[in-house]
């Protein structure tokens, strides 16, 4: 199979605050084939005339798009209408950009997610994708739900394909399933047949005195083993486009595994998918290269750390790419 065409997740440069036309010169001077303009910090991000123009720049450019937006599951029932909205809207503007998806996710981890069962929450999804059908599909789009921090990938899947496959594939995440406990492998293997747009982020994973710790990192940097993912991706995966996206600068998080009440929050956990995630864990180490621990949430960006916060996210995607590029074999236009 030829090699997947690569991007960049603009998500990865937030310190820098750049407008999109500042990130898309970016993309194309790292001679890449795609942008994945993700939580734009844009003023006109809302604006149709700076839609057009953004798919005009990259029209020039050269370049593939796909943008989308955050989470959209109601947490109560009269937000019902709101999350319509909240999808229309982002249907309304990736058309208006040139992108053919549109990014979304359920809740941004396990603990956000409304109260009830996790089976109410997928049927709630389903229905939310279902009501917002026939706009996507006059406009052309398609809904790429991403794989967070909230359900697992069987779960992930069941949802995609409740709200069918021709509406809604998988924005396939290397990086989340560390955090749901999952070796990122199994996740390819279960969503990547519905992936539409492939995301690469890695991880650190190892054991500690009351669980596991994990933490994402530049990648090459971590425990993921990306030769054989995209080698498995080749095989499973439909042509999609792939891209680089070391979201770093947070520090280690630990899932108590080992503690009784950690548990309360993951009933549907099965034990050979943990067998595979602690495997992973006894092979790990912790992050051993120097780096800024300063994207945490509630903690302003102070501005004597901001250059630094800034300096590190360039370098780490630009490592990243390059690994993605040389060690991986990814992308057309560098090559040229």
């Not at 003023?43 to 050269?62: I, M």
């Not at 790429?144 to 921090?149: F, R």
Request: charged content about 25%; some cysteine.
């Amino acid at each position: 199979m030829p090699t997947f065409p690569i991007g960049l997740n603009t998500y990865c440069l937030r310190a820098m605050r750049w407008p999109d036309r500042k990130l898309l010169e970016y993309t194309a001077g790292l001679k890449l084939d795609a942008v994945f303009l993700q939580d734009s910090v844009d003023p006109g991000t809302s604006d149709p005339a700076h839609w057009k123009d953004v798919k005009d720049q990259v029209t020039a450019l050269g370049l593939h798009l796909e943008t989308g937006t955050g989470g959209s599951l109601p947490r109560t029932p009269d937000r019902f209408d709101a999350s319509v909205k909240i999808l229309t809207d982002a249907i309304r503007r990736a058309s208006g950009m040139g992108s053919k998806l549109v990014r979304t996710l359920i809740a941004s981890d396990r603990a956000a997610l409304p109260p009830g069962p996790v089976e109410r929450h997928i049927e709630t999804m389903i229905k939310l994708f279902r009501a917002v059908r026939s706009q996507a599909m006059d406009a052309g789009v398609k809904f790429a739900l991403e794989n967070h921090k909230d359900l697992l990938c069987w779960q992930t899947r069941q949802v995609i394909e409740g709200a069918g496959k021709e509406l809604v594939g998988s924005y396939l995440d290397t990086g989340n399933p560390v955090f749901v406990m999952e070796d990122p492998m199994e996740t390819v293997e279960t969503l990547g047949p519905l992936a539409v747009t492939f995301h690469l982020r890695d991880s650190v994973v190892y054991e500690t005195r009351n669980g596991i710790a994990v933490q994402w990192v530049p990648l090459g940097d971590g425990v993921v083993d990306f030769k054989r993912i995209i080698a498995r991706a080749k095989e499973i995966l439909p042509a999609v486009y792939v891209y680089i996206k070391p979201i770093t600068g947070r520090p280690p998080e630990i899932l108590p595994t080992l503690e009784t009440d950690f548990w309360k929050k993951w009933p549907d956990k099965r034990a050979e998918s943990f067998a595979r995630f602690l495997a992973l864990a006894k092979s790990g180490h912790p992050y051993e290269r120097e780096m800024v621990i300063e994207d945490v949430a509630g903690r302003s960006n102070r501005p004597e750390f901001a250059e630094a916060l800034q300096f590190q996210q360039r370098d780490h995607m630009e490592r990243s790419v390059e690994y993605g590029k040389k060690t991986l074999d990814l992308g057309v236009k560098w090559r040229q």
